[in-house]
């Protein structure tokens, strides 16, 4: 997938992956704790760190075939959790595939019926399709883009130039090998400004806590 690169102040290296910070998609998860507060969140989280993308290695999709992104991330702060490099590969929702690998990925886990067997109208969409067509997504262009945005982008031209943070934070949750996962899937990024920590989500708790509280254990 092509990626533009271009530099962004105050440092932040953008490595556009398309997927912008509009249009997000809804997901709902019956979560064991309450993951819109960034406190609670830190809690449930195996670690909490400040940092920068340095680099986007690559979009796919996951065994729950949904897309999800690789960045690299360089490390600024350990909030919580020992041992982490100072470069890690972490994985957020959200990205953009070509239609030929997003339908060979759904072959594979045998969950294309379920995902495009109705010819799925966000799908067409994203395709640039009327959905009230019926099209069979196998007959569309291959090299068509199909993109999942869960408001999990920290390279988003558009939310880096309304934010403009001077951090990401990110919610670490599982870890296989040298692969880190965000936790609480679409609530595992937030961004560090002027000392204050700001949610992304829209359920996010609406007012930022102070960095401080982070390294609260």
């Avoid at 130039?161 to 934070?169: G, I, M, T």
Wanted: avoid cysteine.
């Amino acid at each position: 997938m092509a990626s533009s690169f271009e530099q962004s102040a105050p440092g932040h290296l953008i490595i556009d992956t398309g997927v912008d910070s509009a249009s997000r998609r809804e997901f709902h998860a019956d979560w064991p704790v309450n993951v819109n507060d960034p406190q609670v969140l830190r809690e449930f989280s195996s670690g909490v760190i400040a940092g920068k993308v340095i680099g986007v290695e690559r979009s796919y999709v996951d065994a729950n075939a949904v897309i999800v992104t690789a960045y690299s991330i360089q490390l600024e702060k350990v909030y919580k959790g020992q041992n982490i490099p100072a470069t890690i590969s972490l994985t957020l929702p959200g990205g953009s595939v070509r239609l030929g690998e997003y339908i060979s990925s759904l072959d594979k886990l045998g969950l294309y019926e379920m995902k495009l067997g109705q010819k799925d109208p966000e799908l067409l969409r994203n395709a640039g399709l009327d959905p009230d067509q019926e099209k069979d997504p196998r007959t569309l262009d291959p090299d068509t883009l199909v993109t999942e945005n869960w408001g999990m982008n920290p390279t988003s031209k558009s939310l880096l130039a309304e934010l403009q943070p001077d951090s990401w934070v990110f919610y670490i949750g599982a870890v296989e090998g040298d692969v880190y996962y965000g936790a609480a899937f679409d609530h595992a990024l937030s961004y560090l400004k002027d000392g204050m920590v700001y949610g992304l989500h829209p359920e996010a708790e609406r007012s930022p806590i102070p960095e401080s509280e982070l390294l609260r254990g």
